[in-house]
Structure formats: structure tokens, C-alpha cells
């Protein structure tokens, strides 16, 4: 690696702080920067810095054109491109029923997930979405090592497309469910630091399910908060 190459993480979630140091050990350099601030991913920001390339394993916003125009952007996304394009992919993912799929690197366009892609990786969807996320954080560290390293060049997406809608808060509500198994799968898709986590509602309470474990075809053990309205 040229050590006259300025790399950036950027990202909101804590969890790829422990990734960001990781890079600085395994590249034995300091070229390497970190953004976990909206307020300072700036294009004003970024031309001090002038990055070679920008690594974005989790962002809530959108990525201004004044940035992916002029800087190599690289985001991950938890589908098999050009399946699964939009948001809430994780929980989109099990609500359809998979268990596994892949973590796409790709560059950042003006459309929503349909830039050229560097590489995938395959990543299971069993635990918590905190457990997914954890362990999606160690893939996209090597994915991260081996786009550098070798200086992958993207190719276009194939296949047919796929796109997911944003889930809404509302949608993490499990009174409609009729299947033990459904329920379940709500509760530990959104069991994660920064999700609204699954609920039922009565016109006085509203509970609040985490930690769930499946015991049987009719039985789920799990935490639950209470909060009256």
C-alpha cells in the first residue's frame, strides 16, 4: 500500500470504530481517517483530506453528488445486488424468508444501489440483527482489505432487480402475526442499538420486545418493557 494514500471510514455506528482501528493495525499506517459525524462529511471536509478512496459500511443519509462526483465512494449492502436494492435490507431480508445472503461493495452513483460492484461476500442472517451486524462488521474489514490491496476496479450489476421499500416504525407492530415463528423473526430483526424494536399496543401500554429466544412451534421467551402511553 502507497502510504502517501489517504483512506476514510465513514460511518455512524459505533461497532465500525473497532474496524477503523483494525485497518490502521493491519495497513501499519496512519492514512487512515474516520468520519462518524453528518455535520463533517462535508465536500469542504473531504477536499482537505483528498481521500483515495471512501469506505461507508453504514450511513443513514444520503450522499450529496457534490462527494460520489469527485471521490470514490464505497458502500456495503447487506443483499445480493441488484437484489435487494433500497432500505431496510437486513429486515426486508428476513421478513422474505432468507437465511443467508450476501454483502455487496459498491461504488456510490446517483441511483439508489445500482452502482458497479468491487466483490461480494456471503454473510447469515441467524442472531439478532446485532448479532448480524457484529458479525457483518469483521466481512466488510477483509472486503474493505482486499478492494486495497489488489485495487479492485467495479464491474456493473447483473441479473434481475429487485427493490425494497424502507420499513416504517409502525411495521416492527406484531399484533396482526398469526406464526410463533413470524413473531419471532420481527422481534430479533430489529433487536439492535438504534432500531425502534418490536411492539404491541393497547390503548394504555405499549410493550416493547428484545432478547427473544424461540423455545417451540408455540412458545417464545423474551424481555419486554413496558411503557405507559
Not at 147 to 169: A, C
Amino acid at each position: 500500500m502507497n502510504n502517501q494514500k489517504t483512506y476514510l471510514i465513514v460511518t455512524e455506528k459505533k461497532w465500525h470504530k473497532e474496524l477503523f482501528h483494525s485497518l490502521i493495525e493491519y495497513f501499519d499506517t496512519e492514512n487512515w481517517l474516520l468520519i462518524d459525524k453528518r455535520k463533517d462529511f462535508t465536500k469542504v471536509m473531504l477536499d482537505k483530506i483528498n481521500p483515495h478512496k471512501i469506505f461507508i459500511p453504514h450511513w443513514s443519509y444520503i450522499i450529496p453528488s457534490t462527494i460520489f462526483k469527485n471521490f470514490e465512494c464505497i458502500v456495503f449492502h447487506m443483499t445480493d445486488l441488484p437484489y435487494g436494492r433500497g432500505g431496510s435490507p437486513l429486515q426486508n431480508l428476513i421478513v422474505n424468508g432468507h437465511t443467508d445472503t450476501k454483502i455487496s461493495a459498491l461504488k456510490v452513483e446517483a441511483g439508489l444501489d445500482t452502482g458497479p460492484i468491487y466483490l461480494k461476500r456471503p454473510l447469515s442472517l441467524y442472531g439478532t440483527a446485532q448479532e448480524i451486524f457484529l458479525r457483518s462488521k469483521d466481512i466488510v474489514e477483509e472486503m474493505i482489505i482486499e478492494i486495497v490491496e489488489k485495487g479492485l476496479s467495479p464491474v456493473s450489476q447483473e441479473g434481475k432487480v429487485v427493490e425494497f421499500k424502507r420499513r416504517k416504525p409502525n411495521e416492527g407492530n406484531v399484533d396482526s402475526l398469526k406464526d410463533i415463528s413470524q413473531i419471532f423473526d420481527h422481534i430479533r430483526m430489529l433487536d439492535c442499538e438504534g432500531y425502534p424494536p418490536a411492539f404491541i399496543e393497547t390503548e394504555e401500554f405499549r410493550f416493547e420486545f428484545t432478547r427473544a429466544s424461540l423455545k417451540s412451534e408455540k412458545e417464545i421467551i423474551a424481555d419486554v418493557r413496558i411503557i405507559k402511553k
